[in-house]
């Protein structure tokens, strides 16, 4: 069974940065697609980032150029390093798993962006 582990989140100024992290657990963690997501209340979740097991990496256009996503395969986490924050990026943020099919979820964790 995969488990998804977030921390990172908090309270940060606009301009600011933070980074998340995700431990993953129960998956091949270097053949897994990692990805970010978040949510706002009464809002779909939206996708922000993914890397794949070769370490190819695709961006929501409003966080290019703000955030990096990144992995250690050695330590099966994944990153979302969140610079140049802004009030909208204010979400919770989740971890995403995808390997043969399955698609699994983390618990989240909440990003609050002061103006």
Do not use: H
């Not at 050695?74 to 099919?101: H, P």
């Amino acid at each position: 069974q995969v488990q998804l582990v977030e921390s990172g989140g908090g309270l940060v100024q606009a301009g600011g940065s933070l980074r998340l992290s995700c431990v993953a657990f129960g998956t091949i963690f270097s053949s897994t697609v990692m990805s970010w997501y978040r949510q706002t209340p009464g809002k779909q979740r939206e996708f922000v980032a993914n890397i794949a097991s070769g370490g190819s990496t695709n961006y929501a256009d409003s966080v290019k150029g703000r955030f990096t996503i990144s992995r250690d395969n050695a330590k099966n986490t994944v990153y979302l390093q969140m610079n140049s924050l802004k009030s909208e990026d204010t979400a919770s943020y989740y971890c995403a798993s995808f390997l043969n099919g399955n698609f699994n979820w983390g618990q989240g964790t909440q990003v609050t962006v002061s103006s």
